[in-house]
Structures are given as structure tokens and as C-alpha cells.
């Protein structure tokens, strides 16, 4: 593998970085999560290079396969008594940045005027798309602030006819935004793209999903056995998840303006499955000020609470998973396991992770439990 150094607001390479350790994890619509340690003997000094936010990791496959980049968070130097120090560059996927970028236009400076009224001028309005263009838009005007650049390329605009706007008194940052978006009803995935060019600059492709086909998958549909004489898939574990069921969601927003917006969905499937009445209150969205927002979330959270959640790790052969990545799907054939019945499971892959000394990619997968 190759772990190279970069600017973060150019993507530039400046150094490839020795290293005795790589690690790394990717998952639907979350950030990449790597680590580089770099052991303390290389003769070299990398003190000039742990400044935070100011510089990008990219760590690779050998055949330029990027497996993940991120932003530099906190470098930690860890000197051992045996004399083996080394340093530890982590890093976060852009997500990180846009964490503490805010929906704001440029210029956005007097947010309230004399009588310390909002300014309408400053809020954001976007209209006439598909969500993934809406999520585009907010990063756009992110990036069009002095300062704010980063290497991104975006995919074409998708006409539609999604429309949300946040007033700019109310702080919202723009990653939040964007999942709030995508945990809306018909909401879409995201996902940051890294990709390394022959001159080894880095850049990140934004993506997203359409409002007809909703989750980022790719071609490559997996089918692993697990079992048997020559098993792809080892060490698998399952736990099944209560963390969302409910029989009802409400969600409360409007309280910036004073007016209480209250939305509600209800169902009777649990019940009736013998489950016992669970009940979800979600009061986190004060800023938000349209009824049908808040319904919308209200729905797709009693969709996202209708059963329980299988999840599924093991370990999976490399030689196995050509193309494998975070979002696509997989079956996983179960022989003579102790606890799963022997069966054929359709799984969607929900985390990716590896290191670079090991021959077997850590996988987590799930699925819906069936009554």
C-alpha cells in the first residue's frame, strides 16, 4: 500500500509517508476513517507535518485503488521505553470539514438588521431539484467562500421538484444538512469519492443517489459461502438490534419562531407482532419550520422502526471481494454455522475495513428481521 501526504485545500501532494501500520474503515454515508502509524526510526522528521485540517491523508492500494482519504484531525506522537516511538496521522473523510462549515450564502455578514430582524436575503432557498443536487448546492456555497476551497468534482445537476430552505439565524452546519436530507422521507446516500491522479493529487468526486433509486450501489453483487471444505467468509457474528423499533414517531420542530410544529406516524404492525408499545420523541429539529419536513421524517422513521436489525460481521477473503465496497449488496450462503440456520441471506454492506499486512477484508453487513 501507498499512504501519501497532501494540502488539503489543493489536494497537492507533499510527501509519501514511511509506514509500519495502516487502517482503515469506509461505510454508507459516513466518513472514511483511516490511521498511518510511521514508525520514529525512518531518520526523518515529521513534526512539520502534524498540523491538523491543513493537510489530507490518501492511503492506497498498491494498483492505485484509493481506500481511503480524509482530513488530517490529531496527530499524536507516542514515545515508548524500548526506543520504538513512532507517530500517528488519523484522519476523517471531507465530512469532517463540513462539520463546522454553516448554510450560509457569501456574503452572509449583517445576519439581522437595525431593528435586529433576520435578513430573508441571507437564508437559502433551493428549489427545482432532485435531493442529491440539493445536497450538492449546499456544498457548492461552502466552497464558494474565501478560503472554503477544496479539490471536488460533482456530478451534473438532476432536475426535479424538491424544494428546503434554512434560514441563516439558525447556525445549521452543513453536514447536518446533508443528513437531515437523507433521513428525510425518499431521502438519498451520499458519498465522497477519493481518487489519486498520476501526479499523485488528491481529489473527491461527491455522489449521491437519485430520488428513484435511492441507495449508492455499484454493478458487483457478492456471493460468499460460509461453511464447507474452502469457506470465502470466517469468524461470523451476528447481533439482532432493537435501536429502532417503534410503533410511533414524533417529531417537533418550529420553536425559533414560536410556533410548535408537531409531526406524527403511527403504525400497528409491532403490536401485532408481540412486541410491546415503543414510542420515539425526537425534539433535535427546533430550526426546522415546515410541517411537511417534520411528517416526513415522522414516516420514515416508523419505516426505519418496523422490525429489528440483523447485523452481520466476518472477515472475507481479498482474493474474494474484487470491487468490494461500502453500499453494495451480498448473499452470504450459510452452512453448518452454530447459531444462523442454513439458508441464502441477501445482505447490504454497510462498513468496508482492512489494514495493509492482511489478506482478509473485516466486513459488516444487514438485514431486516422477518417476523
Same mark, same amino acid.
Not at 85 to 99: A, K, L, Q
Not at 118 to 137: N, Q
Not at 279 to 299: G, I, K, M, N, Y
Given at each position: 500500500?501507498r499512504?501519501?501526504?497532501h494540502?488539503?485545500?489543493?489536494?497537492?501532494?507533499?510527501?509519501?509517508?514511511?509506514?509500519?501500520?495502516?487502517? =482503515?474503515?469506509?461505510?454508507?454515508?459516513?466518513?472514511?476513517?483511516?490511521?498511518?502509524?510511521?514508525?520514529g526510526?525512518?531518520?526523518?522528521?515529521?513534526?512539520?507535518?502534524?498540523?491538523?485540517?491543513?493537510?489530507?491523508?490518501?492511503?492506497?492500494?498498491?494498483?492505485?485503488?484509493?481506500?481511503?482519504?480524509?482530513?488530517?484531525?490529531?496527530?499524536?506522537?507516542?514515545?515508548?521505553?524500548?526506543?520504538?516511538?513512532?507517530? @500517528?496521522?488519523?484522519f476523517?473523510?471531507?465530512?469532517?470539514?463540513?462539520?463546522?462549515?454553516?448554510?450560509?450564502?457569501?456574503?452572509?455578514?449583517?445576519? @439581522?438588521?437595525?431593528?435586529?430582524?433576520?435578513?430573508?436575503?441571507?437564508?437559502?432557498?433551493?428549489?427545482?431539484?432532485?435531493?442529491?443536487?440539493?445536497?450538492?448546492?449546499?456544498?457548492?456555497?461552502?466552497?464558494?467562500?474565501?478560503?472554503?476551497?477544496?479539490?471536488?468534482?460533482f456530478?451534473?445537476?438532476r432536475?426535479?421538484?424538491?424544494?428546503?430552505s434554512?434560514?441563516?439565524?439558525?447556525?445549521?452546519?452543513?453536514?447536518? /444538512?446533508?443528513?437531515?436530507?437523507?433521513?428525510?422521507?425518499?431521502?438519498?446516500?451520499?458519498?465522497?469519492?477519493?481518487?489519486?491522479?498520476?501526479?499523485?493529487?488528491?481529489?473527491?468526486?461527491?455522489?449521491?443517489a437519485?430520488?428513484?433509486?435511492?441507495?449508492?450501489?455499484?454493478?458487483?453483487?457478492h456471493?460468499?459461502?460460509?461453511?464447507?471444505?474452502?469457506p470465502?467468509?470466517?469468524?461470523?457474528?451476528?447481533?439482532i438490534?432493537?435501536?429502532?423499533?417503534?410503533?410511533?414517531?414524533?417529531f417537533?420542530?418550529?420553536?425559533?419562531d414560536?410556533?410548535?410544529?408537531?409531526?406524527?406516524?403511527t403504525?400497528?404492525?409491532?403490536?401485532?407482532?408481540?412486541?410491546?408499545?415503543?414510542?420515539?420523541?425526537d425534539?433535535?429539529?427546533?430550526?426546522?419550520?415546515?410541517?411537511?419536513?417534520?411528517?416526513?421524517? /415522522?414516516?420514515?422513521?416508523?419505516?426505519?422502526?418496523?422490525?429489528?436489525i440483523?447485523?452481520?460481521?466476518?472477515?472475507?477473503?481479498?482474493?474474494?471481494?474484487?470491487?468490494?465496497?461500502?453500499?453494495?449488496?451480498?448473499?452470504?450462503?450459510?452452512?453448518?454455522?452454530?447459531?444462523?440456520?442454513?439458508?441464502?441471506?441477501?445482505?447490504?454492506?454497510?462498513?468496508?475495513?482492512?489494514?495493509?499486512?492482511?489478506? =482478509?477484508?473485516?466486513?459488516?453487513?444487514?438485514?431486516?428481521?422477518?417476523?
Amino acid at each position: 500500500m501507498r499512504a501519501l501526504l497532501h494540502e488539503t485545500t489543493t489536494g497537492e501532494m507533499v510527501t509519501e509517508l514511511d509506514f509500519s501500520a495502516i487502517t =482503515w474503515s469506509t461505510g454508507v454515508c459516513r466518513a472514511d476513517e483511516a490511521a498511518v502509524t510511521i514508525p520514529g526510526y525512518t531518520g526523518r522528521s515529521w513534526w512539520q507535518f502534524m498540523v491538523p485540517r491543513k493537510y489530507a491523508v490518501s492511503v492506497s492500494e498498491d494498483d492505485g485503488r484509493v481506500r481511503a482519504a480524509g482530513i488530517l484531525s490529531i496527530p499524536e506522537g507516542d514515545t515508548d521505553r524500548d526506543g520504538t516511538h513512532h507517530v @500517528v496521522f488519523p484522519f476523517r473523510g471531507p465530512e469532517s470539514i463540513f462539520d463546522r462549515r454553516y448554510v450560509l450564502p457569501y456574503p452572509y455578514w449583517p445576519l @439581522v438588521d437595525a431593528d435586529g430582524l433576520p435578513i430573508a436575503s441571507r437564508d437559502t432557498r433551493v428549489s427545482g431539484v432532485e435531493y442529491g443536487t440539493m445536497m450538492k448546492r449546499l456544498i457548492q456555497q461552502a466552497l464558494s467562500h474565501p478560503g472554503g476551497q477544496l479539490p471536488v468534482s460533482f456530478e451534473a445537476d438532476r432536475s426535479g421538484t424538491r424544494e428546503k430552505s434554512w434560514t441563516a439565524v439558525s447556525g445549521k452546519p452543513v453536514q447536518d /444538512a446533508i443528513e437531515d436530507i437523507s433521513e428525510l422521507e425518499g431521502g438519498v446516500e451520499w458519498d465522497w469519492v477519493p481518487s489519486v491522479d498520476e501526479n499523485d493529487r488528491l481529489r473527491w468526486t461527491f455522489v449521491t443517489a437519485t430520488d428513484t433509486a435511492r441507495e449508492l450501489v455499484s454493478a458487483f453483487w457478492h456471493t460468499w459461502q460460509s461453511g464447507g471444505a474452502e469457506p470465502d467468509i470466517k469468524d461470523l457474528n451476528a447481533k439482532i438490534s432493537p435501536e429502532f423499533l417503534t410503533q410511533t414517531a414524533i417529531f417537533t420542530g418550529g420553536k425559533d419562531d414560536d410556533r410548535v410544529l408537531v409531526g406524527r406516524a403511527t403504525g400497528t404492525s409491532l403490536i401485532e407482532a408481540g412486541v410491546p408499545l415503543s414510542e420515539v420523541w425526537d425534539s433535535s429539529h427546533s430550526s426546522v419550520s415546515e410541517q411537511a419536513t417534520l411528517d416526513a421524517w /415522522a414516516r420514515r422513521r416508523l419505516e426505519d422502526g418496523a422490525s429489528p436489525i440483523q447485523y452481520w460481521s466476518f472477515a472475507v477473503r481479498a482474493e474474494r471481494a474484487d470491487g468490494l465496497r461500502h453500499g453494495d449488496w451480498c448473499t452470504i450462503e450459510v452452512t453448518d454455522h452454530w447459531l444462523i440456520p442454513d439458508g441464502s441471506y441477501p445482505r447490504r454492506i454497510l462498513e468496508v475495513s482492512g489494514s495493509h499486512d492482511n489478506d =482478509w477484508y473485516g466486513v459488516v453487513v444487514a438485514g431486516m428481521t422477518s417476523w
